[in-house]
């Protein structure tokens, strides 16, 4: 079994990685290509996964992928707690939720380090091409497939991960007793991904359909961006994005 002592070091290995992404970001101009590139695939992730999010059994889990692991939202704050509590986590949180930190902050450093090399090439792409064109040649610039596929794997193995923890009820129970003290340590945004998480795979039961279902839908959507021929590639994503606006 892995040792705290190695949690921390990844946890905060990654997040420094992500750190060092937007200060970067902030000293080239480029928060702003990273935040549209980030509206694009949030766009395509809900007209994606539609069908899921009809669901009452699906929702909660999608909403957790959605919002903690590829939203749009600033997640300084968590990242600030999990940098803090890194070398304290099998003191503070159950011992099991360890890895999952650890899959966590992968993902993110994955994430960022993929938004913001595609928004580089984003930056400097016309405008006029228009948004599906400018997005599909960004990404190929970009290349990275294999970072890609790790990124799919990770998501994957969270999931299941999560799967096998909720399972646990000793550890649920463990979790929301946290919940007090973790608000008084000013742990409350890891809190809330831990326990959002939880609730969220408890609700959905049997995971693996679930989980195959994004294996699936992703990984035809990174050849599609990498392998299609470009008017092929635009018209889809364009369709899909048009699916997805209010």
């Not at 080239?28 to 992730?45: H, I, M, N, Y």
């Not at 992928?65 to 070398?87: K, M, N, P, T, V």
């Not at 939880?198 to 392998?227: C, K, N, P, V, Y």
């Amino acid at each position: 079994m892995t040792s705290d002592t190695s949690f921390a070091a990844q946890i905060r290995g990654h997040l420094q990685q992500v750190a060092g992404l937007r200060t970067q970001a902030a000293d080239t101009d480029r928060l702003a290509a990273v935040q549209a590139v980030k509206r694009l695939q949030a766009q395509r992730f809900r007209a994606s996964y539609s069908d899921l999010s009809r669901s009452t059994r699906t929702q909660p889990a999608l909403r957790f992928f959605l919002d903690e692991l590829y939203g749009e939202h600033d997640f300084s704050r968590r990242d600030e707690q999990f940098g803090r509590i890194a070398g304290a986590l099998e003191r503070l949180f159950p011992a099991a939720v360890g890895q999952l930190a650890v899959d966590l902050t992968e993902m993110h450093a994955l994430t960022e380090t993929l938004d913001h090399a595609l928004a580089s090439h984003w930056q400097v792409l016309p405008a006029e091409a228009g948004s599906a064109e400018r997005y599909i040649l960004a990404w190929r610039r970009c290349g990275a497939r294999r970072e890609r596929e790790r990124q799919l794997a990770v998501v994957q193995h969270m999931g299941a991960e999560l799967q096998r923890l909720t399972r646990m009820r000793s550890l649920r129970l463990g979790l929301r007793m946290m919940r007090k003290p973790a608000e008084a340590a000013g742990l409350d945004a890891l809190q809330h991904f831990l326990e959002s998480g939880f609730d969220a795979f408890a609700a959905l039961g049997d995971a693996s359909s679930f989980l195959r279902t994004i294996a699936q839908r992703e990984a035809q959507w990174i050849e599609t961006l990498f392998d299609a021929p470009l008017a092929d590639a635009c018209h889809r994503l364009d369709v899909e994005l048009s699916r997805a606006a209010p």
